[in-house]
């Protein structure tokens, strides 16, 4: 029997690589994608088939998805998109260029990606997209407006696929962790160093008090953070329910937030999240 295979992006560590290996253990052929090389080659030596796609980079995309092609035949069963990179800053002190930075990847990469795979899914006649959300993709936390409004507008795009592919064979899935162990901190320091002059803003005490600290210190585990396995938990189910939801949350922040939006007035929301 043929097994099925899946392209994941964003392997190097936390939700994307622990999917990787967990997917390959339960028999799919997983192409596990990095954006730098280095990643990539580590993979290869844990027993995964591994090559660069950076979501950036349109001709780097459409490399990585002509590679996977090659190795299969021509057909491709599911991609996970995955990748993504974050960074705190107020809004105020985001510039345009950044925020046009974090959509390339964020969502930008997504769209397209999933637009050179829905003509192999449609030949086929069947597929699976799951696109990696956030319980920051419905909920708006203070310092992460960059962050949130890439994965806002990936909501409503998936969405909109979700309906636009109905009869097509092909579902299309959101994915909702709250916190989970992974480098998504340490792997935004060098996009805050980049684009945020903090020392400039009007919000100084609050980088000092709140962001620096966050962002540069070791505290722990969050409160209800769960591990990268619990994602690819969900992820199987994904892949695997005979009629897959639309959304699969993960954590309890997720859930709560989820139930919080529809029973509470928006203000009381903002009053709530404001003393997080």
Not at 85 to 91: I, L, N, R
Not at 161 to 167: A, F, I
Request: proline share 4%; with cysteine.
């Amino acid at each position: 029997m043929t097994r099925k295979s899946i392209l994941i992006t964003g392997c190097s560590s936390g939700i994307g690589y622990d999917a990787a290996h967990t997917l390959h253990n339960r028999g799919w052929r997983v192409f596990a994608t990095c954006r730098k090389q280095e990643d990539c080659d580590r993979l290869s030596r844990e027993g995964l088939e591994s090559f660069v796609l950076d979501q950036s980079d349109t001709a780097s995309m459409s490399a990585a998805i002509e590679e996977t092609l090659t190795r299969t035949g021509g057909t491709l069963d599911a991609l996970f998109n995955n990748a993504a990179f974050g960074f705190p800053a107020a809004v105020e002190d985001v510039p345009t260029d950044a925020l046009r930075s974090i959509f390339e990847t964020n969502l930008f990469g997504y769209h397209e990606l999933t637009r050179q795979v829905i003509p192999v899914m449609r030949a086929q006649g069947h597929g699976r997209i799951l696109n990696c959300s956030s319980v920051l993709g419905f909920v708006a936390l203070k310092f992460r407006g960059a962050y949130n409004s890439t994965k806002f507008a990936m909501e409503g795009l998936t969405d909109t696929l979700r309906v636009e592919m109905r009869g097509s064979g092909i579902n299309v899935i959101l994915i909702q962790p709250g916190p989970i162990t992974s480098k998504l901190r340490q792997n935004s320091i060098p996009h805050f160093e980049k684009w945020i002059d903090w020392r400039s803003s009007a919000r100084k005490a609050e980088y000092e008090e709140k962001v620096l600290t966050r962002l540069y210190e070791d505290r722990g585990p969050d409160t209800f953070e769960l591990p990268a396995s619990a994602v690819s938990d969900k992820v199987w189910r994904a892949l695997t329910d005979a009629n897959p939801k639309a959304r699969y949350k993960i954590t309890t922040p997720t859930y709560l937030m989820a139930v919080l939006k529809r029973i509470l007035p928006t203000r009381l929301v903002d009053w709530l999240i404001d003393r997080m």
